[in-house]
């Protein structure tokens, strides 16, 4: 089991930054594939990015590429997004997922998902 527990939302305005955190439970975090996803409202849940167990292979949504940076610390059980030049469409609910199939961009595939951590981006 693996529980999952983000943070670092909030408002900010176009063109500015904020750095999301996943913080995992359990001592096998290291074997879990991870992944941030977003939904915004009315709309279905989207990947945003995702790591493999190792930290070294990354994977992006064409969206967000070039923007945001997806990485770990497998010592600290973590997980971040950090997202830079946010735009309004960025604007959504962020969630973190855990999953043993690794760098999956499939919401079904995760087994474990936080709660989820608001971004709301102003014009």
């Known amino acids: 089991q693996v529980q999952l527990v983000e943070s670092g939302g909030g408002l900010v305005q176009a063109g500015g930054s904020l750095r999301l955190s996943c913080a995992a439970s359990?001592?096998?975090?290291?074997?879990?594939?991870m992944a941030w996803f977003r939904q915004a409202p009315g709309k279905e849940r989207d990947f945003v990015a995702s790591?493999?167990?190792?930290?070294?292979?990354?994977s992006y949504a064409d969206s967000v590429k070039g923007r945001f940076t997806i990485s770990r610390d497998n010592a600290k059980n973590l997980v971040y997004l950090q997202m830079n030049s946010l735009k309004p469409e960025d604007m959504a609910i962020y969630y973190c997922?855990?999953?043993?199939?690794?760098?999956?961009?499939?919401?079904?595939?995760?087994?474990?998902w936080g709660q989820g951590t608001q971004v709301t981006v102003s014009p």
């Open positions: 997922a855990a999953s043993v199939a690794s760098l999956a961009q499939v919401p079904s595939v995760y087994d474990y």
């Open positions: 359990g001592r096998t975090f290291s074997r879990y594939g």
């Open positions: 790591i493999s167990t190792s930290g070294l292979v990354t």
